[in-house]
């Protein structure tokens, strides 16, 4: 029963446009959500969050959209660049433990 | 800084052997945890800590065990090691206040059981 889901497993798109990577959630009581980044043989690194007190959050070129109604997060990368390849995993916080979705790799090409 | 260490990286094993993956942090966070990963699964929670001598099972906890005795370390027993638990592993940490802090996450451990 996964109560995160990231749909979409791939993702490609062009160096300088938008990336928009989404998350579904199940549970109404996560009340925290965050977006990791993974890069092959490393440990998932930490990249923006958000509380579900609010509608969106703004990291540089970084920005996350919480639709609580819907149940739904998105990640939004402008502009893509070459760097930002990797898998990433959305994740939810009742308590005491994290949540994680399957993750998306996402691919940006030159 | 070293951050949140893992030992071993690579670990072949027999079904019914038996090991533990090491974690060690130098941040003084109270909260630790362990997850594998799995293709097409993303990151499943096993056991999880919110300080020295408290532990509690996360989502799939069956086939391990876990100890708290220090802040720093939060070893990941396999008692009889199965072919189902080949996977990444990875421990994190976390100064928790509640679920709103990041997680710091190792390397992981790459477990084969043959």
């Known amino acids: 029963d996964q109560q995160v889901k990231q749909n979409s497993p791939s993702l490609s798109v062009q160096e300088g446009r938008i990336s928009i990577l989404n998350c579904d959630y199940t549970?109404?009581?996560?009340?925290?959500f965050l977006w990791y980044k993974k890069y092959p043989a490393e440990g998932p690194t930490f990249l923006i969050s958000?509380?579900?007190?609010?509608d969106k959050n703004e990291d540089g070129r970084f920005t996350v959209f919480l639709n609580k109604s819907a149940k739904h997060l998105s990640l939004h990368i402008v502009p893509s660049q070459p760097g930002d390849s990797a898998v990433y995993f959305c994740?939810?916080?009742?308590?005491?433990?994290?949540?994680f979705g399957a993750g998306t790799r996402l691919t940006v090409k030159p | 800084n070293a951050g949140v260490t893992q030992t071993p990286k690579f670990q072949v094993l027999k079904t019914g052997q038996s090991m533990t993956l090491q974690c060690a942090q130098d941040m003084n966070h109270e909260y630790m945890s362990w997850y594998r990963q799995d293709p097409g699964m993303g990151l499943r929670l096993i056991h999880y800590s919110v300080g020295a001598g408290i532990t509690d099972q996360g989502e799939v906890p069956n086939g391990y065990n876990v100890s708290r005795s220090t802040t720093e370390d939060f070893p990941l027993r396999l008692l009889s090691a199965a072919p189902s638990q080949t996977s990444v592993y990875f421990c994190?940490?976390?100064?928790?206040?509640?679920?709103?802090?990041?997680?710091?996450f190792g390397q992981g451990t790459r477990l084969t059981v043959v």
């Open positions: 994190a940490s976390s100064s928790w206040t509640g679920g709103n802090t990041e997680a710091f």
């Open positions: 549970n109404s009581m996560f009340d925290y």
């Open positions: 994740a939810a916080s009742p308590y005491n433990d994290m949540r």
């Open positions: 958000i509380s579900s007190i609010k």
